[in-house]
């Protein structure tokens, strides 16, 4: 466990000297359709995924299980041979106050008991106990709030209790946790203790039914809300897989999506919801999904994002947003001013190489999945950059 005494104002200025590079077919949906821009006044009104523009990014469509591209880094020569720091020093959890200093770190790289191959989803139950997905060990990992591993469930597959790419999860009153799960087009459903409950959804364009679902979150009468990365809506379910309604479509106008992916809700039952890609926004709505408001553009500047992933709102209707691309964590008061952010590239604790998603517990400390060696950043050698400020 580390403990950093490093000020926030160092964080901003490394933030501000950083240069980001950007390869637009890497980075963005290269799709020539853009969708269909048309108002609707129906929130069911879904344009077809077949028509929207796949390009490339951290996102995949691969079954992304134990045996694939991440192990393959692991054991390869250039792993084995130069990236010392990487498999003994790299933490794929990182603990942060509100302003954004360094509190504690921990999960090394391995398939062991407290580490990760690929740390995705994180929530917090009401005991403040930290739940972490991992889409390449396939499954999940639960900790006490010090980083002391407790239990973990899950194997490779695609029934109850299996995973082939699990995302996001979020926890209702009852301490149950809700799984998105991204291959098998299903929400999955467990106890604290990973005892499988229920699950529901598959494949298909209709109510209840999944293209790939991403986000998933819980609000105070324990509805349940997903967000769908290929067929861009939320839908709403009861807490046993009920579904209630569901709204968005493709597009760049208020209340449209292009590419979501993770969604909270805050304490009046707001529902927030990243896009992205081309949007690179947040999108508000309430319960009922009436849109409220929006912010947010692409780029590297204050308030702006370049594919925006995980999110959670305080107490005080602060919001913290992933920035992936532009690797750091941005903050933004309840009008949606930007606050501060932090984060640097690096493989120190106190920067990241993919920040993926976010959560927060009763003392309002932040808790960061970084997904590490992963994607686009499986060949960045951490043994030569871990003492070079980004």
């Not at 020539?32 to 990014?57: A, V």
């Not at 880094?73 to 302003?99: A, E, Q």
């Not at 946790?177 to 459903?189: C, D, H, T």
């Not at 986000?215 to 809506?233: E, H």
Request: charged fraction near 25%; charge should be negative; hydrophobic fraction near 30%.
């Amino acid at each position: 466990m580390f403990v950093s005494l490093v000020p926030v104002a160092l964080f901003i200025s490394i933030i501000h000297a950083q240069e980001f590079e950007v390869n637009e077919e890497d980075y963005f949906d290269t799709g020539k359709n853009q969708g269909d821009e048309k108002d609707t006044s129906s929130k069911t009104n879904i344009k077809s995924s077949s028509t929207i523009g796949t390009g490339t990014s951290e996102d995949t469509d691969n079954e992304n299980c134990i045996n694939n591209q991440i192990e393959a880094v692991l054991l390869s020569d250039s792993y084995t041979n130069s990236d010392d720091f990487y498999k003994s020093n790299f933490h794929f959890i990182k603990k942060f106050d509100k302003n954004g200093n360094l509190v504690d770190s921990w999960g090394t790289v391995g398939s062991g008991d407290g580490e990760f191959l690929h740390a995705h989803g994180i929530t917090v139950d009401l005991d403040d106990n930290i739940y972490v997905s991992d889409a390449e060990n396939c499954n999940i990992q639960k900790f006490d709030k010090n980083g002391n591993f407790i239990t973990k469930w899950g194997t490779k597959g695609k029934g109850p209790g299996q995973f082939m790419q699990p995302e996001s999860m979020a926890v209702d009153s009852l301490n149950n946790i809700y799984l998105a799960e991204y291959s098998a087009n299903n929400i999955q459903k467990f106890d604290s203790n990973g005892t499988f409950i229920t699950m529901w959804g598959k494949g298909g364009e209709n109510a209840g039914e999944f293209k790939k679902p991403w986000g998933v979150a819980v609000d105070s009468n324990d509805n349940v809300y997903v967000s769908d990365q290929a067929l861009p809506r939320v839908q709403k379910f009861d807490s046993n897989g009920t579904f209630i309604d569901m709204w968005g479509k493709y597009g760049s106008k208020k209340g449209q999506f292009v590419h979501q992916h993770d969604i909270t809700v805050d304490s009046n039952d707001f529902i927030y919801v990243t896009d992205g890609r081309q949007n690179s926004r947040v999108s508000v709505f309430d319960n009922v999904g009436n849109f409220i408001k929006q912010w947010g553009s692409e780029g590297k500047d204050e308030g702006q994002f370049i594919e925006d992933h995980g999110i959670v709102v305080d107490s005080e209707g602060n919001v913290y947003v992933v920035d992936t691309r532009n690797v750091r964590i941005q903050k933004f008061d309840s009008d949606t001013n930007f606050v501060t952010m932090w984060g640097s590239l690096g493989c120190k604790d106190d920067q990241f190489l993919i920040p993926h998603d976010i959560a927060m517990d009763s003392e309002g400390y932040l808790y960061v999945t970084d997904s590490g060696k992963s994607h686009f950043r499986a060949n960045y050698d951490c043994s030569k950059n871990n003492n070079k400020e980004a």
